[in-house]
């Protein structure tokens, strides 16, 4: 049986299954990610909350709840720490998403330290020159999904064919996916794996509060908003009233850090952005992330199989 979906990621991660939990701020910790990489993907750690104080305590968890591999991201506009490549080569850990920025700057540093680093783009452009920087692999992230996001990029189905053409190296598709269609189509599209962001943020096991997950079930495709699109870094978020008052705004500030916090364990969706993506319109029950990985697989599996009598 293992692995049941053979990829060069399922390779390259030592993983049963090409999904992967996205980086999330104060959400992509221990809870969730060794949730995920028991279940047979990859679990992934964030730093962009900025708090390495506390992401050292959770790669620590991660070790006791999980025997499986896990990764980290760097997310470079949040970075505050210039020894980020450090932190997590002292930790041991083994694979590396870099995002939110210049491809050129960590890679040469995180592949001496003997790690597999993927570089998370918006657009061609970006895919080439990281490539040309030497990662391993890209994650393909298109407009469609949640958080930040290129004020003018592409949706997933326009970009991943366009990179998948032009490099050799293996891609994760990210911005849509939530089950087994979406995966299936990313594979064909050039995928060999594939990110879930706002369908781990509805998860069982998301650390976020049950009304963040609520919304997301009750939201339609059209319920998302990009907000600071003429004014980077831009963003998208669910429609509420605080995030509807804040596109008329010129610019959108993430407020304190308190209120981020009442919104995401307070439940106060009015106190700050809940980031998510479009596919909200497509997720409409709070399932644990066993049942989503392996619903996943099975209904990717079929739908590949079903596309296969076609041709
Ligand atoms: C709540 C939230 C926080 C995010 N934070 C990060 C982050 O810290 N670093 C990063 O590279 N991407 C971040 N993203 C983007 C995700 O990694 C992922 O690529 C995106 O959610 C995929 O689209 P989807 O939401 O349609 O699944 C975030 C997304 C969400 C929904």
Not at 54 to 80: C, H
Request: net charge negative; proline share 5%.
């Amino acid at each position: 049986m293992f692995p049941r979906m053979r990829t060069r990621i399922t390779e390259l991660l030592g993983i049963e299954y090409p999904i992967v939990q996205a980086p999330m701020g104060y959400i992509a910790r221990a809870q969730l990610a060794s949730a995920v990489s028991n279940a047979g993907g990859l679990g992934i750690i964030e730093t962009s909350s900025g708090r390495l104080d506390e992401v050292r305590g959770e790669i620590a968890k991660m070790r006791e709840l999980t025997d499986k591999p896990f990764g980290v991201n760097i997310a470079q506009l949040f970075v505050r720490d210039p020894g980020i490549v450090e932190f997590v080569a002292e930790h041991g850990v083994t694979f590396v998403t870099t995002s939110a920025g210049d491809p050129t700057k960590f890679t040469g540093a995180l592949k001496d330290a003997g790690i597999t680093v993927f570089h998370v783009v918006p657009s061609l452009r970006g895919a080439l020159k990281a490539v040309g920087a030497g990662v391993d692999g890209l994650v393909v992230e298109g407009n469609e999904g949640g958080g930040f996001k290129a004020p003018t990029g592409a949706s997933t189905m326009v970009l991943l064919p366009l990179i998948a053409e032009r490099v050799d190296v293996p891609i994760i598709a990210a911005g849509g996916i939530c089950d087994g269609r979406s995966m299936a189509a990313a594979m064909v599209l050039g995928a060999e794996g594939v990110q879930m962001g706002t369908r781990m943020v509805s998860a069982a096991e998301s650390p976020v509060h049950d009304n963040w997950k609520q919304l997301i079930c009750n939201s339609s495709e059209g319920d998302t908003l990009l907000l600071n699109r003429n004014s980077p870094p831009a963003f998208r978020v669910l429609r509420t009233e605080f995030s509807t008052s804040a596109e008329q705004e010129d610019r959108a500030v993430i407020p304190s850090l308190q209120a981020v916090h009442d919104l995401y364990f307070g439940g106060n969706m009015e106190a700050s952005f809940a980031f998510s993506g479009q596919v909200a319109g497509r997720i409409n029950a709070i399932k644990p992330v066993a049942d989503i990985l392996r619903e996943t697989v099975d209904e990717c599996e079929r739908a590949l199989r079903d596309a296969a009598k076609l041709a």
